[in-house]
């Protein structure tokens, strides 16, 4: 169980004493205990609110012996770039977080006595070091020209180790790049007794080849044959959770945009689903037949029978551009 979880159950904020905890809890078992409530499932729920007590006053007595007064360390600010999958479905999502650390090898010093003497780096051996027109004597060597003082191998000089930690992270489903996933006590370590500050992470995009996002809404363009579009058709679209199947009507070919309403990334507190959106890109034939050329001689010719204006477009382009010539 998470602690926001157990909050949320028993309706208490962060800064619940154990005695507030406690009165939450025996308020809840008035209304939830199986003994007082038939309905089903009450004993299921009662045992939950039961966990998130007991997991809230452990907790509250490991923290409270630290001191309410101890100050926390710090929040820590990092992104995490997700699939838009993880968005949809949520699930496990790992981040690694690096810190600098003094070098235990060298003590954060730089650099490790080594066994034999050499020509000093800084100074090439002179045991001077010239800073304008002045010249010094030189700090790495003494002024000897040779040193026992070596780079450190591990942190290469620096004198800092970095170190890093690899966190797995519970995505819910219905997250959005800019929004927030809070991990307590993943934070910077506080002085003195005080608890760890919390590791922020700050939802980004990783950009995907078929999908991109408009808020909530799934965007895609989905390749259809011309005829399909004029002729209607049934239209097999993906998304992160499965097939859908759009019915095309036959009809002029105008409507190149259709929504399937809440398929688009999932509700997620008082943010509803989005829409799954499909822009379709007609294709037409790479390949020609004999028997093809002579059905789109016949489409034409039925067209131009038709005697109404069946390509607006065509007719507007050719009255400004033909007559007259
Ligand atoms: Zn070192
Ligand atoms: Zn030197």
């Known amino acids: 169980m998470k602690v926001a979880e157990a909050r949320k159950l028993l309706g208490v904020g962060p800064d619940a004493s154990p005695g507030t905890i406690k009165k939450a809890f025996r308020h809840l078992a008035m209304l939830w205990h199986p ?26 007595a490991a923290h409270g012996a630290a001191g309410k007064a101890a100050p926390r360390g710090e929040d820590r600010r990092q ?22 650390r003094e070098c235990a090898e060298c003590g954060g010093a730089g650099h490790v006595e080594s066994g034999h003497s050499q020509l000093c780096a800084s100074c090439q051996g002179s045991g001077r070091v010239r800073h304008g027109r002045a010249l010094f004597r030189c700090e790495a060597c003494d002024g000897r020209g040779y040193t026992r003082r070596a780079p450190c191998p591990h942190c290469k000089g620096t004198g800092e180790a970095v170190v890093r930690r690899v966190l797995t992270v519970d995505v819910p489903p219905g997250v959005l790049p800019g929004d927030e996933l809070r991990l307590e006590g993943e934070g910077y370590p506080a ?7 919390d590791l922020r992470l700050r939802i980004q995009l990783q950009p995907h080849p078929l999908y991109t996002l408009d808020g909530g809404d799934l965007v895609l363009e989905r ?5 399909t579009l004029l002729g209607g058709g049934t239209v097999t679209v993906p998304s992160p959770t499965g097939l859908h199947y759009l019915e095309l009507r036959p009809g002029v070919g105008e409507a190149r945009e259709r929504s399937i309403p809440g398929a ?19 294709v037409l034939p790479a390949v020609q037949t004999p028997a093809l050329a002579g059905l789109y001689r016949a489409i034409q010719a039925e067209i131009d029978r038709a005697g109404q204006d069946c390509m607006p477009e065509l007719t507007a382009w050719e009255k400004c551009w033909l007559q007259g010539l």
């Open 35 to 60: 003994d007082r409530n038939p309905a089903p499932g009450a004993g299921e729920f009662f045992a939950r609110l039961s966990t998130a007590c007991d997991y809230l006053l452990e907790r509250a």
């Open 79 to 100: 992104d995490i770039a997700l699939e838009i999958e993880r968005l949809c479905l949520g699930g496990e999502a790992e981040v690694v977080l690096e810190s600098r």
């Open 191 to 197: 002085a003195d007794k005080g608890r760890p500050g």
């Open 223 to 227: 390749p259809v044959s011309v005829f």
């Open 264 to 282: 688009g990334i999932p509700a997620r507190g008082k943010r509803p689903a989005g829409d799954l959106r499909v822009r379709f890109v007609p």
